[in-house]
């Protein structure tokens, strides 16, 4: 893995059509009325809502989003009818998201698909997930998705101690107080997460011991065990209760983003333009095949407007 660097490196094409030639690759690793409505008004926790039934789509990190249902297997909306404050804070509670910050309705994050499930919810500030609080039932509304509605919440992750917002110690927000991580059992599918919710890239280092200093207040999480796939740091297991762990085992984060660049050189048949756009077409197909590409890449065009020169003298 290349971290914050370039590299050469040549790679040999062979690709009838094109020219000897030389090009660069880029890959970048890149809530409701509180009044009588005269309507029904149904408890979720009668209806046996499944658990893990609730997403965020479409955000700028996992704490915002379209917000989406499951039910009966199926994912759908929320009607931004009566949508406001009080149940988008239920769902940032339930997404393991700090305060919320906005209630946001009209399709905010786009229009989504399958059933508009819920509308006309009433919740309250005790209801710490979205199935608690009452609604006039499942599908029984009138809305299209251009009234889906939307949250943004307080991210409950930080990174602090480094001039970059993408690295540094994790500390947790927890009955309104910022606290660490210990570095009892902290590693990269835990810092993944991390990296991951808060918008910063890939995982490029995991850091313990305090190596971003030592942090303040309550260690509020230790022995964090994620998978990787969690929205939040706070929805992977760990332990709670009093420990013994000290900040100077405080845990730490280094993320962002991998660029690589490679030379490569392609060989073929004499009077061929190698700029042509089919050619440079089929090469990116083939090239992003090769090397096994997940993330995005992009042919460097020169000052002259082309990407394919012809090479001269030996390859350095």
């Given at each position: 893995?290349?971290?914050?660097?370039?590299?050469?490196?040549?790679?040999?094409?062979?690709?009838?059509?094109?020219?000897?030639?030389?090009?660069?690759?880029?890959?970048?690793?890149?809530?409701?009325?509180?009044?009588?409505?005269?309507?029904?008004?149904?408890?979720?926790?009668?209806?046996?809502?499944?658990?893990?039934?609730?997403?965020?789509?479409?955000?700028?990190?996992?704490?915002?989003?379209?917000?989406?249902?499951?039910?009966?297997?199926?994912?759908?909306?929320?009607?931004?009818?009566?949508?406001?404050?009080?149940?988008?804070?239920?769902?940032?509670?339930?997404?393991?998201?700090?305060?919320?910050?906005?209630?946001?309705?009209?399709?905010?994050?786009?229009?989504?698909?399958?059933?508009?499930?819920?509308?006309?919810?009433?919740?309250?500030?005790?209801?710490?997930?979205l199935r608690d609080c009452k609604s006039s039932g499942w599908g029984r509304g009138?809305?299209?998705?251009?009234?889906?509605?939307?949250?943004?919440?307080?991210?409950?992750?930080?990174?602090?101690?480094?001039?970059?917002?993408?690295?540094?110690?994790?500390?947790?927000?927890?009955?309104?107080?910022?606290?660490?991580?210990?570095?009892?059992?902290?590693?990269?599918?835990?810092?993944?997460?991390?990296?991951?919710?808060?918008?910063?890239?890939?995982?490029?280092?995991?850091?313990?011991?305090?190596?971003?200093?030592?942090?303040?207040?309550?260690?509020?999480?230790?022995?964090?065990?994620?998978?990787?796939?969690?929205?939040?740091?706070?929805?992977?297991?760990?332990?709670?209760?009093?420990?013994?762990?000290?900040?100077?085992?405080?845990?730490?984060?280094?993320?962002?983003?991998?660029?690589?660049?490679?030379?490569?050189?392609?060989?073929?048949?004499?009077?061929?333009?190698?700029?042509?756009?089919?050619?440079?077409?089929?090469?990116?197909?083939?090239?992003?095949?090769?090397?096994?590409?997940?993330?995005?890449?992009?042919?460097?065009?020169?000052?002259?407007?082309?990407?394919?020169?012809?090479?001269?003298?030996?390859?350095?």
């Open positions: 893995m290349l971290i914050d660097g370039l590299k050469s490196c040549a790679l040999l094409v062979d690709y009838c059509d094109v020219l000897s030639a030389v090009w660069t690759l880029i890959l970048t690793a890149p809530i409701h009325c509180r009044g009588s409505t005269g309507k029904q008004v149904i408890s979720h926790r009668h209806l046996g809502w499944p658990e893990a039934s609730l997403r965020l789509i479409n955000g700028h990190n996992s704490c915002s989003g379209r917000v989406e249902v499951l039910y009966n297997g199926i994912w759908g909306t929320v009607c931004d009818n009566g949508w406001d404050l009080a149940d988008a804070a239920a769902v940032c509670r339930e997404m393991g998201c700090g305060d919320v910050i906005e209630a946001k309705s009209a399709a905010h994050f786009g229009q989504g698909s399958g059933p508009v499930w819920i509308s006309d919810l009433q919740c309250s500030d005790t209801d710490s997930r009138s809305c299209g998705h251009e009234k889906d509605a939307g949250v943004i919440c307080k991210e409950n992750v930080r990174l602090v101690s480094s001039a970059n917002p993408c690295y540094g110690r994790v500390e947790v927000l927890r009955a309104g107080q910022w606290g660490t991580v210990c570095d009892d059992g902290w590693d990269a599918s835990d810092a993944a997460v991390v990296c991951k919710q808060l918008g910063c890239g890939t995982l490029l280092e995991v850091k313990s011991a305090a190596y971003f200093g030592k942090g303040s207040g309550t260690v509020w999480m230790n022995n964090v065990n994620c998978f990787g796939n969690e929205p939040t740091l706070m929805n992977c297991s760990y332990n709670a209760t009093p420990n013994r762990c000290g900040h100077e085992k405080d845990a730490g984060v280094i993320c962002g983003s991998v660029k690589v660049m490679l030379r490569v050189e392609v060989k073929a048949n004499l009077g061929v333009d190698p700029n042509a756009a089919g050619i440079i077409s089929k090469l990116s197909e083939e090239i992003g095949k090769n090397l096994q590409i997940n993330g995005a890449f992009s042919l460097k065009t020169q000052t002259d407007g082309k990407i394919f020169h012809k090479r001269t003298g030996a390859a350095p």
